[in-house]
């Protein structure tokens, strides 16, 4: 049989060192719950109707609109967006191709109705 000279430390050490990972990250998230403060709850009801101010519009590269998955013209999205209240937050989704002076023309009838709460969804791309 034959003797070991010396034992092989490098996969504890590999071990040793996940294992403080997995303790370093789950000690960061354990912070927040040490802070005294006690977060606000909301009824479901309330939650709902926040949802309910919410639209999406989308804009397709042959130029066609959309609100909340519904084809639109220009006249008729004039009337939806004249009836909105003016904290409805608003989601556009425009298509990479899509010509951009609808967009704009888009954007500029959200601001004459006052609506302010505009986003633009994008997609994340990895480098």
């Known amino acids: 049989m034959k003797k070991i000279d ?3 430390l490098v996969p504890f050490i590999d071990i040793m060192l996940v294992l403080l990972v997995i303790v370093l990250m789950s000690a960061s998230f354990s912070v927040s719950s040490q802070l005294p403060i ?3 709850q909301i009824d479901e009801g309330a939650q709902s109707n926040m949802e309910s101010k ?3 519009i989308a804009l ?3 130029g066609k ?3 909340n998955t519904q084809q ?3 006249a008729s999205m004039y009337g ?9 937050n608003v989601i556009i989704k425009a298509d990479k191709d899509a010509n951009v002076q609808q967009f704009v023309e888009i954007m500029a009838a959200l601001q004459y109705f006052g609506l302010t709460n505009v986003f633009t969804e994008v997609e994340q791309t990895n480098p």
């Open 60 to 62: 397709d590269k042959e």
């Open 54 to 56: 919410r639209i999406h």
């Open 65 to 67: 609109i959309y609100i």
């Open 38 to 40: 006690q977060i606000p």
């Open 72 to 74: 639109v013209d220009k």
């Open 80 to 88: 939806y967006l004249r009836g909105l209240d003016t904290q409805t």
């Open 6 to 8: 010396s034992l092989n």
